[in-house]
């Protein structure tokens, strides 16, 4: 079995900063792709930023230059800094993973953690 854990969601003022981070655990072979997205009340799921073995990076438009994506290979983790919150980034933020064991390859998802960003 694969696991997605995902730590560092929180409520914090406009202008503010978290960092996310999502473990990966279980019969892990290899991990491929590793990415995070959000999904506000209301709204579709969207990719916020992705990050690829061969470290092929991907923003959305909306959070270039505020965040960053980046992945501990070793210890199967992959962590989002966000930096010049606003309220809009306010969702519930999954992580998202490509993974393979040994019997198969497959997608996926973390449980989410909230994140909210109000004065």
């Known amino acids: 079995q694969v696991q997605l854990v995902e730590s560092g969601g929180g409520l914090v003022q406009p202008g503010g900063s978290l960092r996310l981070s999502c473990a990966a655990s279980?019969?892990?072979?290899?991990?491929?792709?590793m990415g995070w997205y959000h999904q506000a009340p209301g709204k579709q799921r969207e990719l916020v930023a992705s990050?690829?073995?061969?470290?092929?990076?991907h923003y959305a438009e909306s959070v270039k230059g505020r965040f960053t994506i980046s992945r501990d290979i070793a210890k199967n983790m992959v962590h989002l800094q966000m930096n010049s919150l606003k309220p809009e980034d306010t969702a519930v933020y999954y992580c998202?993973?490509?993974?393979?064991?040994?019997?198969?390859?497959?997608?996926?998802w973390g449980q989410g953690t909230q994140v909210t960003v109000s004065s």
């Open positions: 998202n993973a490509d993974i393979a064991t040994i019997a198969s390859m497959a997608n996926y």
């Open positions: 279980g019969s892990i072979f290899k991990i491929y792709g």
């Open positions: 990050r690829m073995i061969d470290g092929d990076t």
